[in-house]
Structures are given as structure tokens and as C-alpha cells.
Nanobody, 119 residues
Framework: VQLQASGGGLVQAGGSLRLSCVAS????????MGWYRQTPGKQRELVAT???????NYADSVKGRFTISRDKTKKLVILQMNSLKPEDTAVYYC??????????????WGQGTLVTVSS
């Protein structure tokens, strides 16, 4: 399973960015898709996840500002980030819990995309 993320960049505080991640490969099914982020010296933290049924979960710090969505047919997950703050600056990683044909579910990670929010 390969994950290709895009959409990071530099934005001023209060601005918006949209991250996209598409999964490819020999995928039988995708259960959960999500985004995590990491800053230097800190552990990777959950930003938002969405299940195959559409249930969402957000970190408290992004509730009301970020929206996660997915297109199941395209194996695509999107994170719309509004009202960005400098503390949202991080490398954002796409994550999926997916099952390949003949195998059990496993976690897969994208390469990370840098989001920088200037004050």
C-alpha cells in the first residue's frame, strides 16, 4: 500500500490549507483513514480520523477548524484546515488502516507533508 500526500505549504495565521492523500496498491479494503502531525522533539499526535462508515474523530485542538472527509471510491482522504494557527505548524502524515488481499489489516503511513503557519 502506498500513500501519496499533497497540499502542504506556507500560510499566514488565519489562512487555510487543504491536504489530500490517496492510497494505491493491492488494497482489498480500507477501514480508517486519518491525519497525524509531528513537530521536532515531540511524539506524533492524532489530528483527525474517519472510518469507512463516516464517523469522525478530532483532536480537541483542531475541533471546529479542521474537517476530514474521504472518497471511498478514489481511496482519498482530505483534511480541510481553516483558521490556521502558528501552533498547527508541523509535518502532517496520512495514515490508513488497510487490508491487502489475503492479509490482515495493517497501518500504513505516507511520507509526510510540511505545513508552516506564520504569525
Amino acid at each position: 500500500v502506498q500513500l501519496q500526500a499533497s497540499g502542504g505549504g506556507l500560510v499566514q495565521a488565519g489562512g487555510s490549507l487543504r491536504l489530500s492523500c490517496v492510497a494505491s496498491g493491492s488494497i482489498f479494503n480500507i477501514n480508517v483513514m486519518g491525519w497525524y502531525r509531528q513537530t521536532p522533539g515531540k511524539q506524533r499526535e492524532l489530528v483527525a480520523t474517519i472510518t469507512s462508515g463516516g464517523s469522525t474523530n478530532y483532536a480537541d485542538s483542531v475541533k471546529g477548524r479542521f474537517t476530514i472527509s474521504r472518497d471511498k471510491t478514489k481511496k482519498l482522504v482530505i483534511l480541510q484546515m481553516n483558521s490556521l494557527k502558528p501552533e498547527d505548524t508541523a509535518v502532517y502524515y496520512c495514515n490508513v488502516e488497510a487490508r491487502q488481499y489475503g492479509l490482515e489489516y495493517s497501518d500504513y503511513w505516507g511520507q509526510g507533508t510540511l505545513v508552516t503557519v506564520s504569525s
